[in-house]
């Protein structure tokens, strides 16, 4: 009977703590898009840009607005940020300071522009739109001055991700992407590839050539 009362006791003591440690623990599950530069991560988490020291500690939001971002990247020498945004029905490209601040709008079409890259002068990003490919499902890349401005198309035919070279010179990429499918172990035609673009020569060669799929390349290294 004394066995019984005190397990009962030490379950009914366990029970009382449950709730305090449940409320303790971080649901870090759906934490999305990080990018990581010398000092910080930012990554995306419930639809908002959060960032947080490489060293540990609080996580900061850095948006709260209505809208949905994705993609967040720190520029070149870490002081901004760009990320896609979705703030009046449409995807478009935005940059704000790493510290906080308000968003500075960049692209203003019709259809959605995701971010993908710094150019690595700091001074323009990258990002895939289908705005003039022709079909809705295909992408294209283009660069827009972080001050805004006209965008600039690339001459690369077909583009979902990418990541300039450190000089700038080269872009590796995948012409096509399976990122947002909902299906595991895909190995069908439209499975991508990664290439490298000379944006000098226009040159390219596929890398990678396999079934499976390579996505989200990111340019590691000297050239």
């Known amino acids: 009977m004394v066995f019984v009362m ?5 379950l009914s003591f366990l029970f009382i703590l449950m709730p305090a440690f449940l409320q303790a623990q971080i649901d870090a599950r759906m934490l999305r898009y990080p990018d990581v530069s010398a000092t910080h991560i930012t990554f ?25 971002e994705s993609f967040p990247r720190f ?10 945004g979705n703030y009046d029905g449409n995807q478009d490209v935005y940059v704000v300071p790493t510290m906080g601040g308000v968003p500075r709008r960049l692209t203003y079409h019709g259809m959605g522009d995701r971010l993908l890259d710094w150019h ?18 295909y992408s294209q890349f283009y660069t827009i001055s972080t001050k805004g401005g006209m965008t600039k198309q690339l001459a690369v035919p077909y583009g979902e991700f990418g990541s300039f070279s450190p000089d700038g010179s ?13 299906w595991k172990r ?19 060669e596929k890398i990678a050539p396999s079934q ?8 590691q290294g000297k050239n």
């Open 6 to 10: 005190k397990s009962l006791l030490k």
């Open 44 to 68: 995306v988490y419930a639809g908002d840009i959060w960032i947080v020291p490489k060293t540990g500690g609080a996580a900061s939001k850095l948006s709260s607005p209505a809208g949905e």
């Open 75 to 84: 520029s070149p020498d870490g002081s901004m940020i760009a990320f896609s």
């Open 120 to 137: 690595p002068d700091g001074n323009s990003v990258l990002f895939a739109t289908s705005r003039n490919s022709g079909r809705q499902r």
């Open 170 to 182: 080269k872009l590796i990429y995948t012409d096509k992407s399976r990122v947002f499918r909902t």
């Open 186 to 204: 895909y190995a069908g035609g439209m499975a991508p590839d990664m290439m490298i673009f000379d944006l000098k020569t226009f040159a390219s």
């Open 212 to 219: 499976f799929n390579e996505e989200l390349p990111m340019w």
